[in-house]
């Protein structure tokens, strides 16, 4: 139960989380990079629900229109 509270309030260490947060600045925002925000999350978002739900984001829409209620 405190794991599932934490996570709200400091799970992570500020230093921490500054170090993580530089290095992908660094990594993704250097000068002449060509990177795109929207398109990261986009793919994070889909690449986490792949793995949590088992299938892909958009056989799970088919799926719900298909099936219907």
Same mark, same amino acid.
């Given at each position: 139960? +405190? $794991? ?6 400091? =799970?992570?260490?500020? +230093? ?9 600045? #660094?990594?993704?925002? +250097?000068?002449? =990079? ?9 793919? #994070? ?13 958009? #056989?799970?829409?088919?799926? $719900? ?5």
């Amino acid at each position: 139960m +405190a $794991c599932f509270f934490r996570q709200f309030f400091r =799970s992570v260490e500020k +230093a921490d989380y500054l170090t993580l947060r530089h290095g992908f600045i #660094s990594v993704h925002l +250097a000068p002449g =990079s060509q990177f795109d925000f929207q398109k990261y999350i986009k793919r #994070s978002l889909e690449d986490d629900f792949t793995e949590v739900v088992g299938i892909r984001y958009k #056989s799970y829409i088919l799926i $719900c229109i298909y099936v219907g209620p």
